[in-house]
């Protein structure tokens, strides 16, 4: 009996993009979308939303006279992420009906492996420390790379990086969406938010099939 009131698994979401991208806006708007629709969602942050991935979080952004070594930065994110996995999502997955990541393993992909040429390492590591844990849909915010860079207020140790970096993370994140164009969906980060939203919601209607009714 206990069993049949389970939820199904959670439908799980991650939101990518380049810094200013409207993200954190995007969230907001996604939370609401699927509350109107009764569903139960929880939202998450990488790094963070454990205490452990919250000092790690500290660590990696606002400490900015910290020499972090690259090896030393991609395992930080990795140690907060399987802390997230183990402590939350993997039990909130039938506790919820949708669950939203702000950035997940593919920023691990793209920044450590792609943009500090970590390379295949991270492919590696990601791979064992993402325990089993996939997202079913992608949404990758696309913003022009210097547009996001100037809405910045006050940018943190990842976000003072030079540009060649940031022009890196979007070729990046464009080449993880080619070769999974199921699961990562670009969407066009330019214009006013509510443009965006617009793009976000058509984006989800379309997946809503396989997503939110599964
Ligand atoms: N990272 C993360 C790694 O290197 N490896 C990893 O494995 C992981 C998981 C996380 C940092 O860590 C890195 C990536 C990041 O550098 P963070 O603070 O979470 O740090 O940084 P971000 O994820 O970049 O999130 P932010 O909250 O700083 O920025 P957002 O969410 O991109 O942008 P947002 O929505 O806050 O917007 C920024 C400002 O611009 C405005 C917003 O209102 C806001 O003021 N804005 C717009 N204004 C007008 N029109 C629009 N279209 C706008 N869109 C946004």
């Known amino acids: 009996m206990a069993e049949k009131m389970k939820k199904s698994k959670a439908a799980f979401i991650t939101v990518e993009g380049l810094e200013g991208c409207g993200k954190s806006s995007v969230i907001r708007f996604l939370e609401e979308f699927f509350k109107k629709k009764k569903l139960e969602v929880q939202v998450y942050r990488e790094p963070g939303s454990t205490k452990i991935g919250e000092e790690i979080r500290k660590i990696l952004l606002e400490k900015k006279d910290l020499e972090l070594s690259s090896y030393t930065e991609l395992l930080l994110y990795l140690a907060a992420r399987t802390q997230l996995i183990e402590e939350r999502l993997s039990k909130d997955l039938s506790r919820f009906d949708v669950i939203i990541c702000d950035r997940f393993y593919d920023s691990t ?73 199921e699961r990562i969906k670009v969407i066009d980060a330019s214009g006013s938010l509510d443009q965006i939203y617009q793009r976000v919601k058509e984006v989800l209607i379309k997946e809503r099939i396989s997503i939110i009714n599964k």
Do not use: C, N, W
Request: net charge positive.
């Open 109 to 181: 992909l793209v920044y450590q492996g792609y943009a500090l040429g970590l390379g295949r390492v991270v492919e590696q590591a990601v791979d064992i420390f993402s325990l089993g844990m996939k997202p079913d849909l992608t949404l990758f915010l696309d913003v022009d790379v210097e547009v996001g860079l100037r809405r910045l207020k006050a940018p943190d140790r990842i976000e003072s990086r030079p540009l060649p970096f940031h022009k890196k993370l979007r070729t990046g994140f464009l080449k993880l969406a080619k070769a999974e164009p």
